[in-house]
């Protein structure tokens, strides 16, 4: 079941958002925004744990994404920043839920995307957008680790 979009704790502090184009270059480029967006914000910290989320949101909306249509899917990547949280969103023409894979399925080679999510984020979910596709979020704490 969809879930809507976590509340802030805060006042929205900054934003960024990318068009992802789906190719190597392109998931370079993701990479590099992410970590070069979240220096800006002064969370290097949290860039690594950021930048796995971040591959791994955009490689499913990628794979999966408007399977039999022509073309290549609209993929958009999106950070909003509150005092405490970083929210990554991943949009894309799918209406189709995202598939959490079985705790059986560890060698598995596709079907791991999630899980690693669901250990690095403090939560993630998905939510339909209007008029198609849906929007996969996770939020990730801004605070330094202890």
């Not at 805060?10 to 190719?23: D, F, P, Q, T």
């Not at 993929?75 to 405490?84: A, E, K, N, Q, R």
Request: aromatic letters at 6%.
């Amino acid at each position: 079941m969809p879930r809507t979009l976590p509340q802030f704790s805060g006042v929205l502090a900054a934003s960024a958002a990318l068009r992802v184009e789906c190719s190597r270059e392109g998931f370079t480029r993701v990479r590099s925004f992410t970590r070069d967006t979240l220096h800006d914000w002064s969370l290097d910290h949290r860039c690594d744990d950021t930048a796995l989320v971040v591959t791994e949101l955009t490689a499913n909306a990628a794979t999966h994404a408007a399977p039999g249509e022509a073309g290549v899917p609209e993929i958009l990547l999106g950070f909003l920043l509150d005092p405490t949280h970083v929210l990554v969103t991943v949009s894309d023409p799918d209406d189709h839920p995202p598939v959490y894979a079985s705790a059986d399925s560890g060698l598995e080679e596709h079907g791991r995307g999630l899980r690693i999510v669901d250990t690095l984020a403090e939560e993630w979910g998905w939510v339909l957008r209007s008029p198609a596709g849906k929007t996969v979020w996770a939020r990730l704490p801004a605070c330094p680790p202890i």
